[in-house]
Antibody, heavy 119, light 109 residues
Framework: QVQLQESGPGLVKPSGTLSLTCAVSGGSISSSNWWSWVRQPPGKGLEWIGEIHHSGSTNYNPSLKSRVTISVDESKNQFSLRLSSVTGADTAVYYC????????????WGQGTTVTVSS | EIVLTQSPGTLSLSPGERATLSCRASQSVSSSYLAWYQQKPGQPPRLLIYGASSRATGIPDRFSGSGSGTDFTLTISRLEPEDFAVYYCQQFGSSPRYAFGQGTKLEIK
């Protein structure tokens, strides 16, 4: 059974870069799935950040595209998120998730990691 | 850009009652690409329904989804105590690829 685990710094300074990793266990990241990042500001709803295929193909939310990079490391069975020029509005719980395919939704989620942007 | 609007914002019901949650899209959405999620405090979202009406693995049959075009519905036939949570609809489209509704909070009356 595939499991996902997010990791990374819980505190990032304003104007800095947020970097998170999602480790995939119980399955290979090199399957035919897409892998997404989703975030949730405190007390608010869900926002899709972007996704990556093991081939390296990516899709990003246009609202964040200029600041986001998602990459994959097949040898480590993990994928990563970098979000640059962060502000307090980027404070959120960040989740990684698996999309088997667009028609099947996001069926596996990590537990989430809280990132606070503050000096 | 497709915007999903969920209603009501908060729904107050008692265990055993029927819950009907609405998700309306600003443009027509392929029913193949409409999903519903449940989220409890401190937990990640859980996939309930995909393809507008197909239950995800392990989801009880009291959960059902329906709809097409711009109007979709999640129905919980008889509320159990563990069903009180926030529910989100999600669509797959072109830009952005995925978008979520703002959520409906289902609370105990």
């Amino acid at each position: 059974q595939v499991q996902l685990q997010e990791s990374g710094p819980g505190l990032v300074k304003p104007s800095g870069t947020l970097s998170l990793t999602c480790a995939v266990s119980g399955g290979s990241i090199s399957s035919s799935n897409w892998w997404s990042w989703v975030r949730q500001p405190p007390g608010k709803g869900l926002e899709w950040i972007g996704e990556i295929h093991h081939s390296g193909s990516t899709n990003y939310n246009p609202s964040l595209k200029s600041r986001v990079t998602i990459s994959v490391d097949e040898s480590k069975n993990q994928f990563s998120l970098r979000l640059s020029s962060v502000t307090g509005a980027d404070t959120a719980v960040y989740y990684c998730a698996r999309n088997i395919a667009a028609a099947f939704g996001m069926d596996v989620w990590g537990q989430g990691t809280t990132v606070t942007v503050s000096s | 850009e497709i915007v999903l609007t969920q209603s009501p914002g908060t729904l107050s019901l008692s265990p055993g009652e029927r819950a009907t949650l609405s998700c309306r899209a600003s443009q027509s959405v392929s029913s193949s690409y409409l999903a519903w999620y449940q989220q409890k405090p401190g937990q990640p979202p859980r996939l309930l329904i995909y393809g507008a009406s197909s239950r995800a693995t392990g989801i009880p049959d009291r959960f059902s989804g329906s709809g097409s075009g711009t109007d979709f519905t999640l129905t919980i036939s008889r509320l159990e105590p563990e069903d009180f949570a926030v529910y989100y609809c999600q669509q797959f489209g072109s830009s952005p690829r995925y978008a979520f509704g703002q959520g409906t909070k289902l609370e105990i009356k």
